[in-house]
């Protein structure tokens, strides 16, 4: 019975090694504060309009990144008023006031994201956290800039809400302006300014291994994430590339696709919008991204000495699709 146990411990052994696709990690030990996220959204939109200037002088002092050092021009009181009145921004707060009269399980879901970049990257500095109405800032609905994180909650009030429609918003955007994807786009966001991802060229390749390290640090700040959050895919889109992966990796290699450096075959593949033009509709975007994530994830998985800082420092994308030996069933 021993022989045996320890026969099956070291199968265990063997068939583990070389193989990384657990990124759960301990980060009960992390110091980090927990995230509170400052409401400027409905603590300005809360202000009397009568006694403006007043109100905005009692927020000054813990708004002051929004409201600055003084209230006394004339024409920021203007300005700020005519915010405040915009029926458009009425109607926005009316959204947040409805879906995020507390925001408790953001805060909860950013401290974790949090520790885990510290875990990863030591110097990291915890940022502050402002939630805030933007206008319809649909492009940037997170910001980050010198350990200050925006949140345009605005842009998070769900796939349904009517005022997206009449923006013009696309289909295809508007069904990831849900609360799912606010600690996903605060993480990709704040990882794409701060944590530097070194890039070897100007090939096909070179362009979805770069996709693929960015994604690949989503796996490891936020492991309990579904892949087709972390990338914007509907489960459809997963099903999809899940399915015609070998097929979509078949066609780059066979029109000699991967090694160019022509503008028009990157954006086919790296770009995003409904589909990808060169395939079915029912395709998602970014096939270049997932082809790049499941290479860097395969790398990493088959060379277990390689640390994340290494991975993204490498500038050898040959050689990181050697060494991941990518080669996706049919």
């Not at 949090?114 to 649909?138: E, M, N, Q, T, W």
């Not at 015609?244 to 090694?259: G, R």
Request: one cysteine or more; hydrophobic letters at 35%; charged letters at 25%.
């Amino acid at each position: 019975m021993k022989q045996f146990t320890a026969l099956l411990i070291l199968i265990l052994i063997f068939c583990g090694c070389g193989r990384r696709n657990n990124f759960d990690v301990d980060v009960s030990g992390i110091s980090c504060p927990a995230v509170k996220i400052q409401r400027y959204d409905l603590e300005l939109f809360n202000a009397n309009n009568s006694d403006l200037r007043n109100n905005l002088v009692q927020l000054q002092p813990k708004y002051r990144l929004f409201l600055g050092d003084s209230l006394d021009t004339p024409s920021k009181l203007s300005t700020l008023k005519e915010y405040l009145d915009s029926p458009r921004n009425q109607d926005f707060i009316k959204g947040v006031r409805l879906r995020y009269p507390e925001v408790n399980h953001i805060e909860a879901s950013l401290t974790e994201a949090f520790k885990h970049f510290k875990y990863y990257f030591p110097s990291f500095r915890i940022p502050l956290v402002y939630a805030y109405i933007s206008g319809g800032d649909y492009e940037f609905p997170v910001q980050y800039s010198d350990s200050v994180l925006l949140i345009g909650l605005d842009c998070y009030l769900g796939t349904d809400y009517t005022p997206y429609r009449a923006d013009g918003v696309p289909a295809y955007r508007n069904g990831r302006m849900d609360d799912k994807y606010i600690v996903p786009d605060c993480v990709r966001v704040i990882a794409n300014a701060g944590i530097p991802v070194e890039t070897g060229g100007t090939s096909l390749l070179d362009f979805m291994i770069e996709a693929g390290k960015r994604l690949y640090l989503m796996d490891v700040i936020l492991p309990g994430t579904p892949n087709g959050i972390k990338i914007g895919y509907t489960p459809g889109q997963v099903n999809w590339i899940t399915k015609n992966e070998a097929h979509i990796w078949a066609s780059v290699i066979e029109n000699h696709m991967l090694y160019s450096n022509d503008g028009r075959i990157i954006r086919v593949f790296t770009s995003d919008g409904p589909f990808t033009a060169e395939f079915s509709k029912d395709s998602p975007p970014l096939l270049g991204n997932w082809i790049g994530w499941q290479i860097v994830k395969q790398y990493m998985e088959r060379n277990t000495e390689v640390s994340l800082e290494q991975l993204l420092k490498e500038k050898d994308s040959q050689k990181i699709l050697a060494g991941s030996k990518y080669k996706p069933e049919k």
